[in-house]
């Protein structure tokens, strides 16, 4: 079968719907905050129409770095850790029979389906001092008395991590179904053990779909919002949250319009940089 040009403007009405959509809800919205991140702020008001450059020139100021540095940092480190715990369960996963396969993926899109604020109370229950975890380590005799774990760093890491574990399984989960096992049993043949099979042949062989898949959790970590004010304090908030804070707290409109044109631009920068790459590796397993 060839693929034939669209020859009449009937032939454009499938992805008709598709562009107003977006048009509407996304363009236009988008379009209107660009125009407010130019706006001045009026003291003891909200903000009037005019075209300065302090909202994005604010950007340059150490807070804005330091969250900005943080939120990038925080994003970068969910990414790694969830595809680095992803990658082997993903292809313990492919090697496992249709029906297991099946019901170990209805169990990732059920943990997708929960909304970031049971995640978030769930998290911050498991931590507490309490009900948490610490209460099962004493009654094993490992700490003498429990202690609440959150809020924290780690506690912020621990529940983004396990929600950004499902996307990047569900994303590795294709590419691994498609790598020919003979591969690392080639590997496994000629003396290499298990494990240095999969970091020597199976990942090089990955290393697209590895790297798409941690620029799409980068982006996702990126803009989490309720998980860093849930079970962290406000040094570990990320842009996200500032956003917010600037716009609903400080009423500050234009600059949290323009650090939410910034976040915008950098995770388009970031999908298109994912979309190259899966091209260039289109043809590999």
């Known amino acids: ?118 995640i978030g109370f769930a998290w911050s229950t498991l931590l507490s001092k309490t009900a948490g975890i610490t209460n099962v380590l004493v009654a094993l005799g490992l700490m003498a008395e429990p202690m609440s774990l959150a809020p924290s760093f780690g506690a912020v890491l621990a529940g983004m991590v396990y929600q950004a574990f499902p996307y990047a399984a569900l994303v590795l989960y294709p590419s691994l179904v498609r790598l020919d096992p003979s591969l690392e049993e080639a590997a496994r043949t000629l003396g290499a053990p298990p494990l240095k099979a999969f970091l020597t042949v199976a990942v090089p062989a990955l290393r697209g779909p590895i790297a798409s898949t941690t620029i799409l959790v980068f982006v996702f970590a990126l803009g989490s919002y309720l998980i860093p004010q849930m079970l962290g304090r406000p040094q570990h908030w990320t842009l996200s949250v500032l956003v917010t804070d600037q716009a609903i707290y400080q009423s500050n409109m234009p600059f949290a319009a323009a650090m939410a044109v910034f ?23």
Request: with cysteine; charged share 15%.
């Open 1 to 118: 079968m060839r693929r034939e040009p669209p020859r009449r403007p009937a032939d454009y009405l499938p992805i008709a719907v598709p562009a107003a959509v977006l048009a509407v809800f996304f363009l236009v919205p988008f379009g209107i905050m660009v125009a407010v991140s130019f706006f001045r702020r009026v003291q003891g008001g909200f903000y009037e129409p005019d075209f300065v450059l302090a909202n994005y020139a604010r950007f340059l100021t150490p807070f804005f770095g330091r969250v900005l540095g943080f939120s990038m940092l925080l994003a970068l480190l969910v990414a790694v850790l969830a595809v680095a715990l992803a990658l082997p369960f993903a292809r313990r996963l492919a090697r496992h029979s249709h029906r297991a396969q099946v019901v170990w993926l209805v169990g990732l899109l059920s943990v997708l389906s929960l909304s970031e604020v049971l």
């Open 263 to 285: 976040m915008v631009l950098a995770c388009l920068s970031l999908i298109a940089l994912s979309g190259f790459l899966a091209r260039r590796t289109g043809d590999r397993p």
